[in-house]
């Protein structure tokens, strides 16, 4: 009979130390998307600032040659990260996919112009910056019209100040949340070896004696949750490169190795602080409370 408590005894902390460990493990890769976004929030706004594109058509009487070399010529200013040359051919091409074989058909000479699409660097995307660029671009011999789709522009700068408010507010409560369920889960897990704890302290073992075990348990507890959250992580990347490889290449390993850090810590610290107070509350706890 007393085997066969003991196997259940047994069998009910095994289950209860795996579902601390699968819940703190969920809390922590919560920490880390979170901890993910705010240290890529940078690189994250300069990915889409330096997605928006200008556009300029070059004049009649332009070579491809000429606008070849122009094009090289402006993706060695400091304001324009790069430059692409796009060719009548190119331009045909484009028009093709987007509006079907026969459009051109009308056509007795091509209608599509030489043109060069710019990405500026993330500085040089705002209004204000835009507002002296594009006039100067179009001043230019070579260049008949420059075009910015500045309503894009506005709203990307208005809601990525908006995101980063929001961002922030989402990240505190998601860390007081985290907090607040990796410390019940700890309690739970605790409070169901209050006997253990108990009998230890009658039979004269010291707090620091008693905790040390528990300290143990929390450190394993909390290193196990951290790769398997960071085994989570790492899903993510995977599915962000092969979704979005472009996005994916702007969150470098730095920040990774930062976000990776930032769980395994989390994962210690709160393990080992809530198991530390949980264990000296017990301590103080009197005979009777502890059946309740």
Known sequence: ?????????????????????????????????????????????????????????????????????????????????????????????????????????????????????????ASYVCPDSLAVLLPSLESEELVAEADCQSGLVDALNANLAKISAVLGVFIALMLFISFVLINNTVRINVFARRFTIRTMSLVGASRSFIRRPFMLSALLQGLVSALIALGGLALIFFFLGNSFPELSTAIGARSRLIVALIVLVSGLIICTVSTFFVVNKLLKVSKDKLYY
């Not at 460990?21 to 922590?28: A, G, H, Y």
């Open 1 to 121: 009979m007393g085997k066969k408590e003991s196997k259940a005894t047994r069998r009910r902390l095994v289950n209860a130390y795996l579902s601390s460990v699968i819940s703190i493990s969920l809390v922590l890769l919560l920490i880390g998307v979170a901890s993910l976004l705010l240290v890529n929030a940078g690189s994250v706004s300069r990915y889409f600032k330096e997605s928006v594109q200008v556009s300029l058509i070059l004049a009649d009487n332009v070579s491809e040659e000429v606008g070849a070399d122009y094009a090289e010529e402006l993706a060695s200013r400091s304001q324009i990260r790069s430059a692409r040359f796009v060719s009548r051919e190119q331009g045909e091409e484009e028009l093709k996919q987007m509006l079907g074989e026969g459009f051109l058909s009308v056509f007795e000479s091509s209608p599509v112009p030489l043109s060069i699409e710019l990405s500026l660097e």
